[in-house]
């Protein structure tokens, strides 16, 4: 029974993990292959390339942000088993993860990471970033709650 829930936990995580990593790499690739110029009120959709971390900071650090990236993607999989087998944590980590390797793999196969999601008074992002964002305000919730 334990390896059934561990199981059904494992297909979970990996589920949102690919969902969040496809979702973001799709937005990613459309936005360099059509160049879109939207604007909706404070909302503008363009093609911004960033180098560094959040908000911009540490321009040009991609080779230490690449490998920071992956040294937590693979400390999330080494502690996998210490999650627990409850479904918000799950979920999660596993944004978490997706978001992580996400701009991971921007950094490593194109040397920036492609952002796109522009609200003038707020530093341009994508969806890994929001995945990020959403994952550790989660599970500050969470374990805070606990």
């Known amino acids: 029974m334990v390896k059934a829930v561990a199981k059904k936990f494992l297909g979970l995580f990996w589920g949102v993990v690919v969902f969040v990593l496809f979702l973001d790499q799709l937005t990613k ?3 360099a292959a059509f160049h879109p110029e939207w604007q909706w009120g404070a909302l503008h959709v363009h093609l911004v390339t960033n180098t560094g971390a959040g908000f911009g900071i540490l321009p040009g650090w991609t080779l230490i942000l ?4 992956f040294l937590v993607a693979l400390a999330v999989l ?3 088993p210490k999650i627990e ?6 979920i999660l980590f596993a944004i978490f993860l997706g978001g992580v390797l996400g701009n991971g793999l921007d950094r490593l196969f194109l040397g920036f990471v492609r952002d796109f999601i522009d609200f003038s008074f707020w530093p341009a992002f994508n969806v ?3 995945a990020l964002t959403v ?3 989660g599970l500050v919730w969470w374990y805070e709650k606990k």
């Open 128 to 130: 890994a970033d929001a």
């Open 135 to 137: 994952a550790v305000v």
């Open 78 to 80: 080494f502690f996998y």
């Open 29 to 31: 690739w459309l936005i």
């Open 85 to 90: 087998k409850e479904k918000m944590p799950q």
């Open 66 to 69: 690449t490998i920071i990236s």
